[in-house]
């Protein structure tokens, strides 16, 4: 079953470290539609955070490229998340998935973006085909305002 979008939106830019907070903020003025808590719009942003960061340090390994950012405020409450770069390609996706491993420890990164997204996110699913980029979507079920009042802690 398709779940009815309800607003959308699709930007791209540089692939640049200075970017990264700008996709951040663009994301969390988006899903603030939803009105989610300040806690769901933390764990949105970090998530968010860590897709377009892996993008530019893996992704594009400091040579030229873009990050395509697709958001979507679905039906059911929730917002979609979909991170995109055309860059090198995850080799094991199994490897780069567990925790502690990272492809760049000359960049001394921690190697939990991963376990990040998905302990922040309701679901995330990697496409990857090596020399042809990376796509990670990721979907936050927004907690809703009761009818009469807050029906939130």
């Known amino acids: 079953m398709t779940m009815e979008v ?15 907070s700008f996709a951040r903020v663009v994301v969390a003025a ?27 340090i893996h992704g594009y390994r400091e040579g030229r490229g873009e990050v395509v950012i697709s958001c979507s405020l679905r039906q059911d409450n929730s917002l979609e998340v ?39 996110m309701d679901s995330v699913a990697v496409e990857t085909r090596p020399g042809a980029g990376t796509s990670v979507t990721m979907i936050k079920k927004i907690t ?3 009818q009469g009042g807050n029906g939130k802690n």
């Open 82 to 120: 979909i991170v995109k770069d055309n860059g090198v390609g995850i080799p094991d996706l199994e490897q780069a998935r567990e925790p502690l491993y990272t492809s760049r420890p000359d960049l001394e990164r921690s190697g939990m973006g991963f376990t990040v997204m998905e302990e922040f």
């Open 144 to 146: 809703a305002w009761e």
């Open 6 to 20: 309800l607003n959308y939106f699709t930007i791209s830019f540089p692939a640049t470290s200075r970017n990264e």
């Open 30 to 56: 988006f899903a603030a539609q939803l009105d989610p808590t300040l806690e769901e719009l933390n764990e949105v942003k970090t998530a968010v955070s860590e897709a377009v960061t892996n993008a530019i």
